[in-house]
């Protein structure tokens, strides 16, 4: 009987290394620096356009449309809309920006607002609020950033608004810096707004507030592969 035990045990341990190794070698990590945690479906053409680039894409709810902006080659935002995700057609220009600087957009919606925040001026120095009522005729609403604290830096763009449980918000940006390689640095702004309505209130008044003189996230080592 404890022969037999020992038999069961050790047939026992072995199953669990087996699986163990399978899991680790074939399901849990693959090759380099990648896990396998989810599959992804081949990418599809969902917009005929020149060199669409930036995208923003915002689902409605309400009427089950897809809005997206994109930036084609020219430098000029676009808007466009679909019920079907993988089916837009060719946008719209919109009007309201700083002509030659609105490659540095990104759009959020509150209520029946759409706001987007995109270069103030002609510098690339300088981020403000727009609002539309209809995503493709846009009003200035004042500058929210302009590089304030900040040093060794030519210009900032691809901003992206978090909100947070508090009602206040986060920016975080891209900020081109004096740099040969790798330029590139993510930086932190915040606000103690609870609004974009008060954000885009027509002020210059530079809502956002620097956090700290580092960046969130810096360049790694040019050679490397997240370099």
Known sequence: MKKEMRYKNKYLVMLICVA???????GGVSAGNEYNVAKWTNPINALNSTNP????VLFDNATATYHMWYIPTG?????????DPANFTRGTAVTGLVTGRQTSAFVMKEGNIY?????????????SIFTSDNGINWTAKGKIYNGTGLSNWIKIDRPNLLKETDGTYKMYFQVKSGETLNPYS????????TTLDSIADGDNDTDFTLVGTTPVLSHGIASEWDG
């Open 20 to 26: 163990v190794l399978f899991f680790v070698f074939v």
């Open 53 to 56: 680039a930036y995208q923003t």
């Open 75 to 83: 430098g000029v935002v676009f808007y466009t809309s679909s019920t």
């Open 115 to 127: 706001y987007m925040i995109n270069y103030g001026d002609t510098t690339e120095n300088v981020s």
């Open 186 to 193: 993510t930086y932190l702004a915040t606000t103690n707004q």
